[in-house]
């Protein structure tokens, strides 16, 4: 960037001074990573580069997907392990450093993060996702967003929306009903626009309901514009557009990477014809002039080098908030300082892996070995290490499998590291199943037969498969892809150094089988069919009363917490209710530890179908032995309205409410009821609303009464065997029976006096 270039832009200013096909131009990129420049009007280009949990500005030549090297950056860990923080503060930190290395190297915009649902486990790109619940990934969401764009730098929300699978990401159509979309897939979205107002939103590649995210007004104009108050720019994921001029008429600002022009063209073309108006091509165009008018403060200002050493403290320290400890049978962990022969056994304790393959991979500026990190902070114990494995085989080297047993037949206590290789899950594709490697499955078995002391620790992106082994260890930590630092933070977890505190964002099924996907996942023939609706994980195995390896908010730690003294109260009623709940929280145990609470609603007498429960709450606490705190939740409407798709809003329904408090989705500690009267909710009534709903409207059901209390009609319609039957007809079908009491005339009148 040139020292001589402008604070800032004028940007009505050089909107007005622009020809038409310097609008155009502006609207493509023009190269893979840059926007284009107006030089007579002195307006710059500005970088924007993946990706979600590090930088990655590639150094040479460019592509999308990670195959080129990039600069050297802080590879922090993943979504998959951030959101198990349930930390929005950690999150902020970790954007912060994001944004401080982006502004080192002139980047303006940060392509991440990505909050679409994890619908099923098995897709690939699940890494660099958050969670199955839409309220945990929308607030650590819109810390990491607040904090990358506190530094001057930018963020681009993605992939907008319903992009929950690889497999045909670039053209299979997302078949979800609104509700569905309203109360799931688009809250995260809705949650960051809202808080956060991140510079840039990216449309995603797929289609939702037949039309093309690039193109389509309802999402980018109507209902992220519209519905949610955004105020920046869209732009496309990388080949996303379609029909380019459709994008920029339906809210697509700007199409990237370069078209070389087509793009251009195609829009200029359009004008010409009278098939877009000039007025459109001037929006989008002041979009990406006010992002680049953002940009330039940061830009221009002499570049500063991050700190290495503090931001792969910081990356450490995210790791470490990252694992969740699963199971410790017979406190097993944390390991003694001293005792017996430790065996580190498996290549992933020697040979991390530690981010996703695709688009979002990054350079590390180090790189933390758990087996180096273990050997140090056990000085006196001997330490023994056995690769077991070659990550990416598939069949079992039997030499050394027979290396690994030995050491385990001769060690105190076995460190079992297993997990997914790179090949099993990456942008682009899907994965085929949900288990480890067959050979690393049969490695627990062998090595438990040798020794009965054996804790796993798991490198994966995506939930693996357990059972039956999990029942063959005593310990099982989720280390998920820690990034540059996770093998130091595996360490001091195993040693107790540091407190496991993480949380699962997401349900470990028993088996696959018991996903809400199955038989709707990855669609067939361009159409993938979203026929689970609003059951999306724990909700579904809520729903179906499934038994699970592993809860959605499930994780253990050190120490022990119990909640006492809930209290519920409801501050404000009516349509936009205010309930506030507090509950005491008490560390019951040895040393000092995080709690997690967490706050689900069920609604049981709602007149629509509604999840078991849902999560609409949570707050962290960290407390010393037998130190108390009093946690304060506030639940806002949203927490008990459900999406009415008559009225095209959220709604709040009258009646009970159950507050639900825990430490997971099946660890509820305590419960309360509550009563609200939310909002008049009459329903809307039609001529071909059924005789029953003419029955449950307070205002009408005593006209339909009279009417029909002395006919026969009425001895019909309230008959034991087949009243029910009958009150199921539309109205005006009874009305077209011989002898009907009520005439379509009396229903346009009643509609007119009732009917809203």
């Known amino acids: 960037m040139s020292t001589t270039t402008p604070a800032t832009i004028d940007v009505e200013e050089v909107l007005a001074a622009l020809t038409l096909e310097e609008k155009a131009a502006l609207l493509d990129g023009s190269d893979f990573w840059n926007t284009t420049p107006i030089d007579r009007l002195g307006v710059p280009a500005v970088m924007v580069t993946d990706g979600p949990h590090g930088l990655r500005k590639q150094s040479g030549a ?177 080949g996303a557009t379609n029909v380019r001029e459709a994008g920029v ?48 403060p940061a830009l221009t200002e002499p570049a500063e080098p991050f700190d290495v050493d503090a931001h792969h403290a910081l990356a450490r320290e995210a790791a470490t908030a990252a694992a969740v400890l699963l199971k410790n049978e017979d406190a097993i962990l944390p390991l003694a300082p001293t005792g017996g022969r430790v065996a580190v056994i498996g290549e992933f304790a020697r040979t991390p892996r530690y981010q996703g393959a695709g688009s979002s991979q990054v350079n590390p500026t180090r790189l933390d070995a758990a087996l180096d990190a273990l050997t140090a902070a056990l000085p006196d114990r001997e330490v023994v290490f056995a690769p077991a494995f070659a990550i990416e085989a598939e069949e079992a080297d039997p030499e050394l499998v027979a290396e690994a047993v030995a050491a385990a037949t001769s060690a105190e206590v076995v460190l079992l590291f297993l997990g997914l290789p790179a090949s099993y899950e990456s942008e682009g594709y899907d994965r085929a199943h949900m288990d480890l490697p067959a050979q690393q499955v049969a490695l627990v078995e062998a090595i438990a037969d040798a020794n009965p002391d054996v804790v796993v620790v798991l490198s994966n992106g995506s939930v693996v498969t357990l059972d039956p082994w999990r029942d063959r260890v005593k310990g099982l930590l989720e280390a998920w892809l820690g990034g540059q630092a996770g093998g130091a933070a595996i360490a001091d977890l195993l040693t107790g150094a540091a407190e ?161 408090v825990g430490a997971s989705s099946r660890d509820i500690r305590a419960t309360a009821l509550i009563e609200l009267s939310g909002e008049d909710l009459l329903p809307p009534l039609a001529p071909d609303s059924t005789v029953q709903a003419w029955l449950d409207h307070p205002r009408a059901a005593g006209w339909i009464r009279d009417r029909i209390a002395d006919h026969p009609f009425g001895g019909m319609l309230f008959d034991p065997t087949h009243g029910e039957m009958m009150r199921a007809i539309p109205l005006v079908r009874i009305a077209r029976f011989p002898g009907s009491p009520i005439s379509e005339s009396d229903i346009d009148d009643a509609v007119a006096r009732f009917g809203a």
């Not at 992939?159 to 009903?177: K, L």
């Not at 700007?254 to 004008?271: F, N, Y």
């Not at 037998?626 to 809003?649: N, P």
Request: proline residues 6%; hydrophobic residues 40%.
């Open 500 to 660: 496991p505190s993480g949380r699962l964002g997401e349900t470990i099924p028993v088996h696959h089988e018991d996903n809400p996907t199955v038989g709707n996942f990855p669609g067939e023939r361009g159409v993938v069919r979203y026929g689970e609706g609003l059951l999306i994980g724990y909700r579904w195995y809520d729903a179906h009363r499934l038994p699970v390896a592993y809860p959605f908010g499930h994780g253990l730690g050190y120490t022990t917490f119990a909640h006492e003294d809930l209290a519920v109260t409801v501050e404000a009623d009516g349509a936009a209710p205010r309930v506030v709940v507090e509950t005491t929280v008490r560390n019951s145990g040895p040393r000092a530890g995080t709690e997690t609470v967490q706050v689900y609603v069920a609604d049981p007498a709602a007149t629509v179908f509604r999840p078991e429960q849902e999560l609409r709450g949570f707050a962290r606490t960290v407390l010393e032995p037998g130190a108390t705190a009093r946690v304060r939740i506030e639940l806002d409407a949203r927490a008990f309205a459900y999406w009415d798709v008559s009225r095209g809003r959220f709604v709040v329904e009258g009646g009970a409410f159950e507050i639900r």
């Open 249 to 296: 008429a339906a809210g697509m600002d700007l199409e990237m990477p370069s078209s070389s022009g087509a793009g251009t063209r195609r829009i200029l073309d359009a004008v010409r014809e009278g098939r877009l108006s000039e007025a459109d091509v001037d929006r989008a165009a002041r979009r990406v002039l006010e992002l680049v008018a953002k940009a330039q």
């Open 62 to 238: 460019a592509d999308h997907v990670g195959l080129n090297d990039s600069v050297p950056a802080t590879c922090f860990p993943p979504a998959a392990g951030l959101v198990s923080s349930w930390d929005p503060q950690l999150l902020h930190r970790v954007g912060a450093a994001l944004g401080d290395e982006c502004r080192a190297e002139r980047v303006a915009v940060l392509l991440g993060p990505g909050v679409n649902m994890k619908r099923s486990p098995l897709n690939g790109r699940n890494f660099e996702y958050f969670s199955e619940d839409p309220l945990l990934a929308g607030a650590l969401a819109a810390g990491l967003v607040q904090g990358v764009q506190s530094r001057g730098v930018g963020t681009s929300l993605k992939h907008f929306a319903a992009n929950n699978q690889e497999t045909d990401r670039m053209t299979v159509s997302a078949e979800v009903d609104e509700r569905t979309l309203r109360e799931v897939y688009l809250p995260a979205f809705e949650r960051v626009v809202t808080t956060a107002q991140p510079w840039t939103v990216m449309c995603s590649y797929n289609r939702i309901n037949g039309v093309y995210a690039s193109e389509d007004p309802w999402l980018l104009t109507d209902v992220l514009r519209g519905d949610w108050g955004y105020e920046g720019l869209v732009v496309s994921d990388w």
